[in-house]
């Protein structure tokens, strides 16, 4: 009774307002005149004869509406044929009805520069979609050294938007990251990237204090010897009952120079950075590379979490001047630092060979840089000593070296949080002895030595670290 009820409503309401043909024109399949769902000749028959007056359908039926395939308002006999050609195959009598077109999208739900629309049977109807000029959406209408810039576009029709992201330029620096002895300033935004030297120099000038410590590691291995014990002192150890081993003395003097042990330089405490405890030690001019004396320049960004955890937690510190040593506990405050993002500046000098400077009077990398002379050090390897009837020298015949420099950056501020000064020497020094006793000759020789001194530097600058 209720459903009943209801269709009454429904058909009340639709006569009333005179919506009943667009009800029946709703329900009613083109060309089912009989109302079984499918096109058949019958139909065809049925319609053909609505169209001759044998029958007698009201024109706001059902099946009057399924008659007029045309949609003319009329039954016609060119109804009927086109129903019979739909029945054998021939014709389609269905009209697509599309909805509103809308954005077409991929499996990812991107669009896809298309749009679409439907009609109630699942039919589809696709059209590239008739977009606007670009119209900039971010703060900055186009890319900058550092931000992108995204751009809008809307389809006119159905209204999908599109964007595109321009990413930023990067700065006019072109591959160079720093230079050692010269400014670097972005055409477009006027960006300066101070050189390597003005920023460490300019670190001196400000008189920051500084935790540090140095270490020096000596090695050594004789390549070569030849000593001769003389015939008078086999004498003489025979007749004191002794036995004289020609080859232990030998070792000894072998072990005393290859067996060095590490030696650490002083602990230095909250010390401000001047010309006279800085590299370079005691001269009004400070950095003064040039593009010249280094192998290479490197800036690398790091997180300070990983600045921090590559660092010792302790370093054992041995006095140069006693035996005292002490631990440098780097956990206690430097390793508790809060440090953001991190430029590691690494500057690699030039290699030096001492064979090919030792003739020239003007200043090398190593000494424009960390103010060490090779010359200067090759002269003081160089000594000689004649000592109760011992004579002996040493003599430096062949020298090189190797510096880093590397500084650890705040990458927002640009001041220093930590430095490392890395000199590597090796040389090669010979080792003479002419021993006597009361004027007669006891033990003479020479030895070949290849040496190696690696020197570190580190401070950890207190206005991180303090």
């Known amino acids: 009774m209720k459903l009943k009820r209801a269709i009454a409503i429904v058909l009340s309401i639709a006569l009333t307002f005179g919506l009943l043909p667009a009800v029946f024109a709703a329900a009613a399949l083109a060309g089912d005149v009989s109302g079984d769902d499918a096109i058949t000749a019958e139909d065809a028959r049925l319609c053909l004869r609505q169209a001759v007056g044998l029958e007698k359908f009201e024109k706001n039926s059902r099946e009057y509406f399924a008659c007029d395939v045309t949609e003319d308002g009329e039954v016609t ?115 300066t990237v101070l050189s390597f030297n003005k920023l460490v120099n300019e670190l001196k000038q400000r008189e920051h204090t500084y935790t540090g410590f140095s270490e020096a590691v000596n090695s050594g291995k004789v390549t070569k010897h030849k000593f001769f014990i003389s015939l008078a002192a086999k004498t003489a150890a025979a007749l004191a009952g002794e036995k004289l081993d020609e080859n232990t003395i030998i070792q000894q003097f072998a072990d005393e120079m290859t067996n060095a042990e590490h030696e650490y330089g002083s602990y230095v405490d909250h010390r401000p950075i001047t010309n006279q405890n800085f590299y370079r030690i005691g001269k009004s001019t400070v950095c003064e590379l040039t593009e010249a004396d280094i192998q290479s320049l490197t800036v690398e960004e790091m997180e300070g979490i990983d600045f921090l955890a590559g660092l010792p937690d302790v370093v054992k510190i041995k006095s140069a001047y006693s035996s005292a040593s002490f631990d440098f506990d780097l956990t206690e405050k430097i390793k508790k630092a809060n440090i953001g993002s991190v430029l590691k500046v690494t500057v690699t000098l030039k290699d030096e060979n001492y064979a090919a400077i030792k003739d020239s009077a003007e200043e090398t990398a190593l000494m424009r840089g960390m103010d060490q002379d090779l010359r200067a050090l090759v002269q003081e390897l160089n000594q000689s000593e004649d000592i109760d009837g011992m004579k002996y020298e040493m003599k430096c015949t062949a020298a090189s070296s190797k510096g880093k420099i590397t500084y650890y950056l705040d990458a927002v501020t640009m001041l220093p949080i930590a430095a490392v000064y890395v000199v590597d020497i090796a040389s090669t020094e010979t080792f003479s002895l002419d021993m006597k006793l009361a004027g007669v000759p006891m033990m003479n020789g020479s030895m070949t030595i290849e040496m190696g001194n690696q020197n570190y530097s580190y401070y950890f600058f207190d206005s991180y670290f303090g």
Request: charged residues 30%.
């Open 77 to 191: 006999a060119e109804d009927a044929r086109l129903i019979l050609r739909a029945a054998v195959g021939l014709e389609s009598l269905h009209s697509h009805k599309f909805g509103e077109w809308t954005p077409e999208t991929d499996e990812t739900g991107a669009l896809t520069g298309k749009h679409v629309r439907t009609c109630a049977c699942g039919e589809k109807e696709t059209e590239d979609c008739a977009y606007g000029e670009k119209t900039a959406v971010s703060e900055n209408k186009e890319p900058t050294c550092t931000e992108p810039a995204v751009y809008e576009q809307i389809c006119s029709v159905c209204g999908g938007k599109v964007t595109e992201t321009q990413e930023a330029l990067g700065h006019s620096f072109g591959e160079d990251k720093m230079l050692v002895d010269r400014d670097l300033v972005c055409e477009r935004c006027g960006k």
